[in-house]
């Protein structure tokens, strides 16, 4: 199993959920009226934030398939319904006609993201050196080779599922029941 996902936005994600951990302590410890309680419940809600918008998004490769966790849902792919995997403004993955974004992995620059339409377009070459390619385009690499191991060893058989896609139970929860503390300490002042 392998994991791709921004190591800056995943660390400062981690970082501040950290911080909030000691501004929790702190409310706890020094928060004496109801506006400690709805301090408390914001901080909540930007931890929520946080955790689905920064920790959470990643892209998995395992044996049976590509897992894109968005922020609230989840898009499996198995190897034998993979098509392709290119980079335009983010990582896709194909599977047949459906194409599926993934949020984790994305391109910043404005220049980068149009050499990569143009290339798509046929306008421009493919990079046959690994040293060359942006980190995103080295993970569509990585799976599209993953891809091509794969399907080479389920060529014997086995039928298809197709792609899945879910709500995940866990983003929905991080963001919901903060939210519903908030509205609570509200309704209580």
């Known amino acids: 199993m392998t994991t791709f996902r921004q190591p800056v936005s995943h660390v400062l994600g981690w970082a501040w959920v950290v911080i909030s951990v000691f501004l929790l302590v702190d409310l706890v410890v020094r928060g004496t009226d109801f506006r400690a309680v709805v301090s408390g419940a914001v901080l909540l809600v930007t931890v929520g934030a946080v955790y689905v918008l920064a920790v959470r998004p990643k892209v998995v490769a395992t044996e049976e398939g590509v897992r ?69 385009e080295r993970v569509a690499r990585t799976l599209r080779s993953e891809a091509e191991r794969h399907k080479a060893r389920l060529a014997a058989g086995g039928a298809s599922t197709g792609p899945t896609v879910v709500w995940s139970p866990d983003a929905v929860a991080a963001l919901a029941v903060p939210v519903a503390l908030w509205l609570a300490s509200l309704a209580l002042l």
Do not use: I
């Open 68 to 136: 894109l966790v968005n922020p609230l849902r989840e898009v499996f792919v198995p190897w034998a319904d993979f098509t392709w995997a290119d980079v335009t403004d983010v990582l896709r993955v194909h599977a047949g006609d459906q194409v599926f974004r993934s949020w984790s992995l994305r391109e910043n620059k404005r220049a980068e993201v149009r050499r990569n339409l143009r290339r798509l377009n046929g306008f421009g070459e493919e990079k046959d050196d690994p040293r060359e390619l942006r980190p995103t």
